[in-house]
């Protein structure tokens, strides 16, 4: 049974780690148990001694994700290079057997398992493999996060038309606002690309304020922004 959602976006710090923990926030609310998936974070710090990856720590915090940090993000490398490059650079290889079958258990026991990429979509997680490759192995439709800034309508559509060319399913974008300074951009993003794209936009997240310390209220700003209902029907088919 396909439950996940594979949340890319158009670039790298475009807010896929905020968008997947706000719809995780928002899932939880709403009675799914919620699974969650880092497969390989790089860039990571040390604490304790050991890589400590950041992302993964959010999206289980914003979850409920009861599964220790190395089953979320079974890879983690210290480099902030594309997850193949940082691999190799430690001279180990990441293997898409394990992200598999680590995935397939987390999704076996959440209603719902949202799996976070690492920069766009076409990252290599191997030499020859990208983040593309994955989405479609665990058959994960996707939520393309996008900086709502000036030059993300070319960013968005490159990266919807090609998921499209790769025959990936998508279940629509989500703008979110990472400058707190006026965008003229920002704020004529959303209607311009209702005539570019059939893709729907799931919501429009707008800056949010010393961000840090309201990550535990992040399920009432998406409550407040952001439709569902792509998200629900997609997964009432697939159980069905
Ligand atoms: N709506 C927002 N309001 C304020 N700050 C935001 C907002 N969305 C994201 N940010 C900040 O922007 C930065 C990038 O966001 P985020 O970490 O979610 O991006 P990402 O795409 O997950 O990055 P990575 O490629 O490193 O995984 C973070 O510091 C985050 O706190
Ligand atoms: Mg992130």
Not at 2 to 11: E, K, Q, R, V, Y
């Amino acid at each position: 049974m396909g439950n996940g959602i594979f949340i890319t976006g158009t670039d790298t710090g475009v807010g896929k780690t905020v968008v997947a923990c706000g719809l995780a926030a928002l899932l939880k609310d709403l009675g799914y148990r919620v699974g969650v998936m880092k497969p390989v974070e790089t860039g990571c710090g040390e604490r304790d001694g050991a890589l400590f990856p950041e992302d993964a720590f959010y999206l289980k915090e914003a979850s409920g994700c009861e599964l220790p940090l190395d089953k979320i993000c079974p890879y983690r490398f210290r480099v902030p290079l594309a997850p193949a490059i940082a691999a190799a650079g430690e001279g180990t290889r990441i293997e898409v057997s394990v992200l598999s079958r680590i995935y397939d258990e987390i999704s076996s026991t959440h209603d719902i398992t949202l799996v976070e990429g690492a920069g766009g979509l076409l990252v290599p997680v191997l030499p020859h493999y990208t983040y593309a490759d994955l989405a479609r192995l665990l058959k994960l439709p996707l939520v393309v996060a996008a900086a709502n800034r000036l030059g993300m309508i070319n960013h968005l559509l490159l990266t919807l038309e090609h998921a499209s060319c790769l025959q990936l399913s998508i279940l629509g974008y989500i703008l979110d606002r990472l400058e707190r300074a006026p965008s003229l951009a920002a704020e004529t993003n959303r209607e311009a690309l209702l005539s570019l794209t059939a893709v729907p936009c799931l919501g429009e997240i707008p800056y949010v304020e010393e961000l840090e310390a309201k990550r535990t209220s992040l399920a009432d700003i998406f409550k407040a922004q952001v439709d569902l209902r792509p998200l629900e029907t997609d997964l009432r088919h697939r159980r069905s």
